[in-house]
């Protein structure tokens, strides 16, 4: 399937991978992009050094087009941001945050921008600076989450700007990516099966814990202090609730999930540890490689789009 998406970042699949902290790691990254797909560098909260090491590591690995995620609260944003450019990164997905500042720079380089936007207005605030692509993330995703939902927000953003669309949240099997491209999208970003795939680092707690969730197995914590974030459900989320719901103060709420999600994906402790994760997690039955998932998905969502207008 060729779209505006795969020519634009001149990958063979219109698949990306979420810029997951923690689980992005070259490691990963590489086997996306060698599968076709466009693996992401999560940089998460992690120092320069860490992503630049991670840099070389993916151009060891492939010579495939491969893009960073630059979360803008990252206390060392700024010299990532110099980094992605100095290292002419194809593609740079951003998050938590406007990415306006760095736009000049990064595209003077010959990098490509794609935000992560939640609503129109930000996407269309981002096509005015320059943007190249943005993806469009529902609230089904795991993780730092909006309100709205991909099926809803998703077509609503392919009609306000003319940049291309990737869909992202509530994606996991090829029926998922034909049912994007039907809302408009050009390509779709996928985290959660990725965290599952062989070649992440997760830990094998971390994977199975999502292979065994079922449909109602996640939940949102953070409502109440404006930062909603969707993880599976363990003894974690379940005291955070309890504590959201009694008036805890932010303070009290941020030392319960300090340094939690690494504690699930490195040190592989579910219980107490923050399992971030998709809705789709219940579709996600086996750990496969990059390899097999992202081929298996084209397919999929290639064989249903035969017949269509949008298949090319």
């Not at 980094?83 to 945050?97: D, F, N, R, S």
């Not at 996640?218 to 404006?226: A, D, L």
């Not at 399992?275 to 750990?287: N, P, R, T």
Request: charged letters at 25%; aromatic letters at 4%; glycine letters at 10%.
């Amino acid at each position: 399937m060729k779209t505006e998406i795969t020519k634009l970042f001149e990958i063979e699949y219109p698949i990306i991978q979420g810029g997951m902290a923690w689980v992005a790691t070259a490691e990963l990254a590489a086997a996306v992009s060698e599968a076709g797909g466009l693996g992401i560098i999560g940089a998460g909260g992690a120092p320069a050094s860490w992503v630049k090491e991670q840099i070389q590591k993916v151009k060891q690995k492939t010579d495939k087009p491969f893009g960073v995620n630059l979360m803008l609260m990252n206390p060392e944003a700024d010299q990532i941001a110099e980094l992605i450019a100095e290292e002419k990164i194809e593609v740079v997905t951003t998050g938590a945050g406007n990415p306006e500042k760095y736009m000049k720079m990064w595209k003077e380089a010959g990098v490509k921008v794609v935000p992560v936007v939640a609503s129109v207005a930000l996407a269309k605030r981002m096509e005015r600076a320059g943007a190249d692509a943005v993806i469009a993330e529902g609230t089904e995703s795991g993780g730092h989450i909006g309100e709205t939902t991909t099926m809803v927000l998703v077509p609503q953003v392919v009609d306000a700007v003319s940049i291309p669309v990737i869909a992202a949240g509530g994606i996991a099997d090829g029926r998922g990516v034909a049912a994007a491209f039907m809302l408009g999208a050009k390509a779709v970003q996928m985290g959660t099966i990725f965290v599952a795939a062989e070649e992440s680092i997760a830990s094998d707690a971390y994977k199975n814990k999502i292979v065994k969730a079922k449909d109602i197995d996640t939940k949102v914590t953070g409502r109440s202090t404006g930062h909603p974030v969707r993880v599976l459900r363990n003894q974690q989320s379940k005291e955070y609730l309890r504590l959201e719901a009694e008036g805890a103060s932010f303070e009290e709420l941020e030392k319960l999930t300090l340094g939690g999600l690494k504690k699930a994906v490195v040190d592989g402790d579910v219980i107490h540890g923050s399992v971030m994760a998709g809705q789709i997690a219940g579709l996600v039955k086996e750990i496969r490689s990059c390899k097999d998932i992202v081929e298996g998905l084209n397919a999929e969502a290639e064989s249903l789009l035969k017949g269509t207008k949008i298949y090319e």
